[in-house]
């Protein structure tokens, strides 16, 4: 039996062998593989870092300096100061700074019913307005989609589709229900686009903006081209009597309710503001001036700042790039570096340059085939990242950038790394702090030309009503670059209720002189 115990030992004694072995095999291999595991993380977070700091190299040109704001701040009041000496009909000037015949704010003893026509971007707006005393205003509306051939084709049917949604919109409301045979409406068109006013319902179309390149209207006054198309219908009871600008509504809405309101600016598709200015400041104002006109409104236009080099010092690559790309190249400089409409498009050729240096999804054109079509289709298709994008991708504080990556996905780029996410937002961030900066910068200029002791700014837009972050870097940068008392506010309803008092307001002068 003894032979068999000490086999039976022997064997014991090497599979201990064997397993101690193994495991020092395990161990090692664990170590090795560890090893190589952290070595590549190790490479990784300084392939990140690399990466962070080319895209940081990108981005620098995007990111002004206080000194530089205070240089755009200077050009600006320059600018508009020369606007106002003249209506330059050589071209020499940025801005046009139009007089809009408007002189007076709401008193609050404004009263009537009036249609609004709010015309500015890819739809339009018809409102009813009941103004019944000071802050107490009823009102009702509807959007009407502007078919996309109408924004490129015949002035005229452009006109004529507006008539048809009045009368359908009147129809629909009953508003002609115990209003007499020969009642007619009064009608403020809202149009925010250039206009040339020589008065208060007189306005030539200088240019279109905003995707618009309709025929036959340029030059020409859209007040009588509205009220043409009007006629047509004949069952339509409307006289237009005032052309107002939407930046004018906006002041007239919020100046209905803060008295010391007397700026108004949208920041949304586009970017423009207006304000009273003294007549002793115009010198190329034509119109009355006695004691109870002393002030008028401005339009400033101010989106066209840079046509004559005056931003060159801090345009980049993107920017020069976007505008030679636009509809209007060498137009709405300033604003194209601002509003809604274009700082998607800037953050997405940003991304296409990124992508090209293999900085963003690298590989994956590559690796990818059946994925090549969607990022095709991003990095080529202009106008297929939004503003709305911008500030969602911009407020995302989810641990892994889940919101990010989702808004990613849903425009054709799948699976994006966290490292996408990342560089991305980073992006984001930087394309719109510099737009709110700069808005910032235009408004400081009001606020200062204004020279009152405490002024409100009326301001609306998508920009300003719900991007969030873009709406606190404004406000933060203005307290930097202003030390006089002021505040912002949301101005409701200006290119329907503030048309509408800019109609009622010339009623009671009227009747006030009769």
């Known amino acids: 039996m003894a032979p068999s115990s000490d086999y039976i030992i022997e064997v014991r004694i090497d599979v201990l062998k064997t397993l101690k072995i193994a495991g020092l095999a395990t161990g090692i291999l664990t170590a090795i593989g560890l090893g190589a595991y952290y070595i590549h993380q190790r490479t990784q977070r300084v392939k990140r870092v690399l990466f962070r700091d080319e895209v940081k190299h990108i981005l620098e040109p995007f990111q002004l300096t206080d000194e530089q704001l205070r240089r755009v701040m200077a050009n600006l009041n320059t600018e508009m100061t020369n606007g106002l000496r003249s209506n330059d009909e050589e071209g020499k000037n940025d801005l046009a700074m139009f007089p809009t015949y408007v002189h007076h ?30 802050n107490r205003i009823r009102l009702n509306n ?24 009045l009368q359908r919109f009147i129809d629909d409301n009953k508003l002609t229900l115990h209003k007499s045979a020969d009642y ?10 250039p206009c040339n006013q020589t008065s208060l319902r007189q306005a030539k179309l200088v240019s279109w903006t905003k995707g618009f390149s309709c025929t036959g209207v340029v030059d020409n006054d859209v007040v009588l081209l509205l009220q043409q198309a009007i006629d047509r219908h004949k069952d339509l009871k409307i006289q237009v ?64 700042l840079g046509k004559h080099g005056c931003l060159d010092f801090i345009r980049t690559s993107v920017d020069r790039e976007l505008d030679e790309s636009s509809l209007t190249p060498n137009q709405q400089v300033f604003e194209k570096m601002i509003s809604a409409l274009y700082v998607g498009e800037i953050v997405r050729l940003i991304i296409v340059d990124l992508v090209q240096r293999s900085i ?24 297929s990242f939004y503003a709305k994008h911008v500030a969602d991708i911009e407020s995302d504080n989810t641990e892994d950038l889940s919101i990010t990556s989702s808004i990613l996905t849903s425009i054709g780029i799948h699976e994006p790394s966290y490292d ?24 400081a200029v009001l606020i ?67």
């Open 448 to 514: 200062n030309r204004l020279n009152q002791s405490s002024v409100t700014v009326g301001i609306d837009g998508t920009l300003f009503r719900h991007h969030e972050k873009f709406k606190k870097n404004l406000a933060r940068t203005l307290s930097r670059l202003v030390p006089r008392t002021h505040r912002l506010v949301l101005s409701e309803d200006g290119s329907s209720k503030g048309s509408a008092l800019v109609a009622a307001v010339d009623r009671r002068m009227k009747e006030t002189t009769a």
């Open 184 to 193: 007619k409406f009064d009608l403020a068109f809202t149009f925010s686009f």
């Open 360 to 383: 963003l999804f690298p590989g994956r054109m590559q690796k990818s085939p059946s994925l090549r079509s969607d990022y095709n289709i991003f990095l080529i298709l202009r106008g």
């Open 420 to 443: 996408d996410c990342y560089i991305i937002q980073e992006v984001c961030k930087t394309v719109s702090l510099r737009a709110a900066k700069l808005a910032a910068a235009a408004i």
């Open 105 to 134: 704010g709401p008193s609050g003893q404004e009263l009537g019913e009036y249609l609004v026509v709010d015309l500015g971007g890819s739809n339009f707006r018809v409102s009813y307005v009941n103004i019944e005393g000071r």
């Open 142 to 165: 509807k959007i009407f989609l502007i078919p996309h051939s109408l924004l490129l084709g015949e002035g005229e049917k452009l006109f004529d589709y507006i008539a048809e949604c």
């Open 241 to 304: 009597v005032a052309l107002v600008n939407d930046t004018v509504g906006t002041l007239m809405a919020c100046s209905s309710i803060y008295r010391d309101c007397k700026a108004g600016v949208i920041l949304g598709t586009g970017y423009n503001a207006c304000y009273f200015e003294n007549l002793d400041n115009v010198p190329k104002w034509k119109g009355v001036r006695d004691q109870t006109t002393k002030q008028v409104v401005i339009n400033t236009e101010w989106g066209a």
